[in-house]
């Protein structure tokens, strides 16, 4: 028998991720559930080594609206950022399963200063840079041309896949960018990933995203999933905003716990993953 894709807000929880029953506003679907709630309040509730992946993208510190909120949300005193991003950052290595991995995507100048947070719990990996598109010169700064995805993990990776990519070709001639030399051969089917992600950005046209704010695009979280995930096993988003990562982990078979302090994004999660299995036309986690 084939389950309602409808979620419907609930007051407590008792699934086994959470510490105990976890009590607040809950949107239950048979894969997942997302909380409207802060994002350090749901990471103290959940189970100590629960999740094989941390995906955070947290607000950047800078002034931007988000929601009801407004900008002073994203505006926090330079010394109650660090703080908070700390314990976020403490409790989302808590929360790790041994050998499951972290994804922090910040600017390079946080994502720098965030840096020595990550590595008194975990081990460095990668700095991923991805292509920021129509940037601007500040100052006496050179011009700003990518956002850092760390990539750290709780001792030796549990998971760990190389992914594939088309080969850069000229969408004139159909050939190919770059001399391979004598490893043509090798990269026929593709090449691999590299820690530069120039075939990406964040979506910014308001016809292409699904809020006011940026929004992930959905490579991004693919990409992380199809590095560090495992079919079955949790992601866990604390920032989730439009809810692009619960999309990515649907795909992939992965459960989720995915949460955001405003309402409407909460609201707007849920009309993506309604909408999502309206289109896949039948409940991919019914199993769960």
């Not at 081990?123 to 991923?128: E, L, V, Y």
């Not at 992380?224 to 989730?240: H, K, M, N, Q, Y």
Request: net charge positive; proline share 5%.
């Amino acid at each position: 028998m084939k389950r309602s894709t409808q979620i419907a807000p609930l007051e407590r929880s008792r699934k086994k991720w959470w510490r105990k029953q976890y009590d607040g506003v809950i949107y239950r679907h048979p894969g997942g559930e997302v909380v409207c709630a802060d994002a350090l309040r749901v990471l103290n509730a959940l189970c100590d080594g629960c999740a094989d992946i941390v995906f955070l993208d947290p607000p950047f510190n800078l002034g931007k609206k988000y929601g009801k909120n407004g900008s002073h949300h994203d505006r926090k005193k330079e010394s109650e950022y660090v703080e908070y991003m700390a314990k976020v950052i403490s409790r989302s290595a808590e929360v790790l399963k041994d050998g499951g991995a972290l994804y922090l995507y910040h600017i390079p100048e946080w994502a720098i200063r965030l840096s020595p947070f990550l590595e008194k719990h975990l081990d460095f990996r990668h700095w991923i840079a991805i292509s920021m598109k129509n940037g601007f010169v500040r100052g006496d700064h050179l011009y700003p041309a990518h956002y850092a995805l760390l990539y750290y993990t709780k001792g030796r990776p549990g998971t760990f896949k190389r992914p594939k990519v088309p080969k850069p070709i000229c969408a004139k001639c159909k050939r190919d960018l770059r001399d391979y030399g004598g490893y043509k051969q090798f990269v026929k089917n593709g090449i691999n990933l590299s820690d530069v992600w120039d075939d990406v950005s964040p979506i910014r046209h308001r016809n292409a995203k699904t809020r006011v704010a940026n929004e992930l695009p959905l490579l991004i979280p693919q990409r992380v999933i199809t590095i560090s995930g495992v079919r079955g096993g949790l992601v866990v988003d604390p920032f989730a905003g439009s809810g692009t990562t619960i999309l990515a982990a649907l795909s992939a078979r992965m459960r989720f716990v995915a949460s955001d302090c405003e309402e409407e994004y909460c609201e707007l999660m849920c009309a993506r993953v309604r909408d999502y299995m309206s289109e896949k036309g039948k409940d991919q986690h019914a199993a769960c």
